[in-house]
């Protein structure tokens, strides 16, 4: 275990000091052959056209390898068959494999190559590319290698997401002011997180772990990749292309939200009440809604935890004018009026220093209008309401009916 933490931890320090992906690319792969000792590695990246693989980065490869791998077809071959489908290839004799490319195989039989293994480089359902190791030992790979090099991948995904991200803030204007901090957060809390859902990974990978402990340690991941991803909605208002939609469940959305914050909320003696129509299903960005979701609970615990006295959180979810309505109500102390117009700017908010950036229900709002929905606030002192519409789904609702 400890040579596969080294592995991940070596990664994970480049991608939080740097945007530039050819560094990151050229670590992961030296640090992958030189502690494990395969004899090739290679990563390469969807080209613009959305069809073609690009040699992006190689450790060991020969001049014949080199030139076979420069250019390749997604659907084709081992590596493109990854790429095409998303699935990890392990393969124990690539000579042996149908799928190996005609005009590979005589360099695959000159560099005694044996053992392969080809997992996806994807981000929030993108496919970005794909990671391999190859060997001439006859010993097949295991599943621990096999996460380890699929752990790599997730952090090399992220690599590529940041870099691209950070250079889509450079080119936008309205983020000009915020563009240096949403980076450096990023970076920051990448870093742990990407250490946390590698090392999850491998020991979901080891057959002597419980079931009970399993399941503990998958939830886990699942959050980890979730904040992966919630961290990027910090860019938010640079992103130039739709959400991803697709039928989502809200109330299982709700539930999952309240569930990450459960402890939080019992420590602080936050009593919370979920009303939920359970038909609720809308066509959306699930990680984007859940991100606003989070939003509104935490700041509603976060108003209510400064206050003595009753703390309640209320959660429904309803249908209604053909929209989907979910409304956060907490007991806080309330927004003063004359603020009201200003909640959803930037950097504004009613806490106290220290306690939020204040971007949390800018970016929600962003999220919403781009679901073509929108979120009202309501408050007054004792009580203080946020209500989320969105387009009501006749389709999906019969699905789900």
Partial sequence: MEPHLKILHTVAETVSRTL????????????????????????????????????????G???????????????????????????????????GSPDLLRSAQAAVRRDRIR?????????????LGTLALGRQTANPFNEGEVALLEATAQQIAIALDNARLSSELVHAEKLSAVGELASGVAHEINNPLTTILGLAQLMLSRPDVPAPVRERIALIADEASRAATIVQNLLMFARHYPPERRPCSLADAVRRVVALKSYQLEQDKIQVTLELDESATVSADENQIQQVLLNLVQNAHQVMARRSGERTLTVRLRTRDRRVAIEVLDTGPGIAPHLLSRIFDPFFTTKEQGVGSGLGLSISQQIIERHQGEIRVDSQPGETSFEVLLPFQPTLMAKHA
């Fill in 115 to 127: 053992g392969f293994v080809c997992v996806p480089i994807h981000a929030r359902g993108r496919m």
């Fill in 61 to 95: 490869l020969s001049t014949a390898m080199r030139e076979v791998n420069r250019r390749l077809t997604v659907g084709k071959g081992i590596i493109g068959g990854v790429a095409a489908s998303g699935d990890t290839a392990v393969v124990h004799d690539v000579m």
């Fill in 20 to 59: 530039d992906v050819e560094e990151i690319l050229k670590t992961a792969l030296e640090a992958l052959t030189h502690v494990t000792g395969h004899e090739i590695a290679s990563v390469h990246l969807l080209a613009t056209d959305g069809m073609t693989l690009e040699l992006r980065a190689d450790r």
